[in-house]
């Protein structure tokens, strides 16, 4: 059966599970979870995803949530790109890239956090900031000694997956990359894809 996305244009962890279901060639269908009308809080996706938070994907009955499970799925069910290297070394380097963004940074800035530390849009933006960059910069001195483009080295990987939107977080928040030159570099490496970029926020929503 052909799985559904319930996704969210701007959400970042929404833009790894589109870009990896875009290299893995997987056709699926679309529906947009509107986060700004706190359509994630519904009944109806509350049953998709009980912890309300968008990517979704739909697999016959079976919902999955959270986009490294989704993304690791998809890995073993289409192994060809590789998101993981081969190396279980440099694989579990790769994981540990990853969960600096999916556990150490995106969760402290999402947008259920920055509602509870504050209704001042300042003080979110300065919560957000510091997090972003503590978490972008433990990023950065990982990979410091890793050659490019990319995260790992000349291929892509799941961690530049978790990176490239985390930096359409930081910037919606104020930050720009030159701080952290590797991390430019990826990005910039990963947007020249057109995986990448008919994925990303900016491409499904132009305006
Ligand atoms: N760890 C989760 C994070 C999911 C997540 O935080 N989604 C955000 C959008 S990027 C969301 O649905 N936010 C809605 C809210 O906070 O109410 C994943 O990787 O899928």
């Given at each position: 059966m052909r799985p559904v996305l319930y996704h969210y244009w701007r959400s970042s962890s929404s833009w790894r599970v589109r870009w990896a279901l875009m290299l893995k060639g997987v056709e699926h269908d679309a529906v947009a979870v509107d986060l700004l009308r706190a359509e994630q809080g519904s009944a109806e996706h509350l049953r998709r995803n009980p912890l309300g938070l968008v990517p979704v994907l739909q697999l016959g009955e079976v919902f999955l949530a959270e986009s490294v499970a989704i993304i690791e799925y998809l890995e073993e069910q289409?192994?060809?790109?590789?998101?993981?290297?081969?190396d279980p070394l440099q694989r579990a380097r790769v994981r540990q890239l990853v969960e600096i963004i999916n556990a150490g940074t995106q969760p402290l800035q999402n947008l259920s956090v920055l509602r509870r530390v504050s209704d001042n849009q300042q003080e979110q933006r300065q919560w957000a900031q510091h997090f972003i960059r503590r978490g972008l910069s433990a990023y950065e001195a990982l990979i410091a000694s890793y050659p490019g483009p990319f995260s790992v080295g000349s291929a892509l990987t799941a961690a530049d997956l978790f990176l490239v939107p985390q930096c359409y977080n930081a910037r919606r928040h104020g930050l720009d990359l030159t701080e952290w030159p590797r991390i430019a570099q990826v990005e910039a490496a990963c947007l020249a894809t057109t995986a990448a970029r008919t994925t990303s926020p900016e491409y499904l929503n132009p305006g």
């Open positions: 289409v192994p060809d790109p590789p998101l993981l290297p081969r």
